[in-house]
T-cell receptor, first 108, second 115 residues
């Protein structure tokens, strides 16, 4: 069946460091791929998405490219901020199952 | 983006009672709704998927008689935790997806505490 495998972390970075959170998937068909973010005490918000192969989703300095050849959708940001501290989830549109979530903590 | 309202945001109930959580799509028709339970250390577990007018499809290991899901309209789904026990205490989250099926929108979650 469809599934998502996500780097679990936790990840701790200093401000302005480069961030990568890995996400790989197994899916039938051509699902959309998502990254959601959950800030402390809040629900999930869509961070970015890509609907087809080679699409790049981007938002708030974060980017992820839908790579069919490697079945990956890795999340990247060139320079993280303290306000980026949150839990990040990768997901497939087929069944909206989530990866395990990666807790990111950015220190000043 | 579209808005999904989940209510209540917090509820405390006594063991043995039932609790109903509502999930409403406010500005779109939700053909599919998802219910999740979030455990400590952030793991988000899909409990069930429901399509309007149909019975919910439950994930393996989720008791359908304990977690009753109703999706009677295109804007409302409810999760009822029946005969609640302290181990049911958790954070429950719903999400809704429209017919175009390109994105799911999430409610703010419900913190259930069973005492």
């Amino acid at each position: 069946g469809d599934s998502v495998t996500q780097m679990e972390g936790p990840v701790t970075l200093s401000e302005e460091a480069f961030l990568t959170i890995n996400c790989t998937y197994t899916a039938t068909g051509y699902p959309s791929l998502f990254w959601y973010v959950q800030y402390p005490g809040e629900g999930l918000q869509l961070l970015l998405k890509a609907t087809k192969a080679d699409d790049k989703g981007s938002n708030k300095g974060f980017e992820a490219t839908y790579r069919k050849e490697t079945t990956s959708f890795h999340l990247e940001k060139g320079s993280v901020q303290v306000s980026d501290s949150a839990v990040y989830f990768c997901a497939l549109s087929n069944d909206m199952r989530f990866g395990a979530g990666t807790r990111l903590t950015v220190k000043p | 983006g579209a808005v999904v309202s989940q209510h209540p945001s917090r509820v405390i109930c006594k063991s043995g009672t039932s609790v109903k959580i509502e999930c409403r799509s406010l500005d779109f028709q939700a053909t599919t709704m998802f219910w999740y339970r979030q455990f400590p250390k952030q793991s988000l577990m899909l409990m069930a998927t429901s399509n309007e007018g149909s019975k919910a499809t439950y994930e393996q290991g989720v008791e359908k008689d304990k977690f009753l899901i109703n999706h009677a309209s295109l804007t409302l789904s409810t999760l009822t935790v029946t005969s609640a026990h302290p181990e049911d205490s958790s954070f429950y989250i719903c999400s809704a997806m429209g017919a175009m099926n390109t994105e799911a929108f999430f409610g703010q979650g419900t913190r259930l505490t069973v005492v």
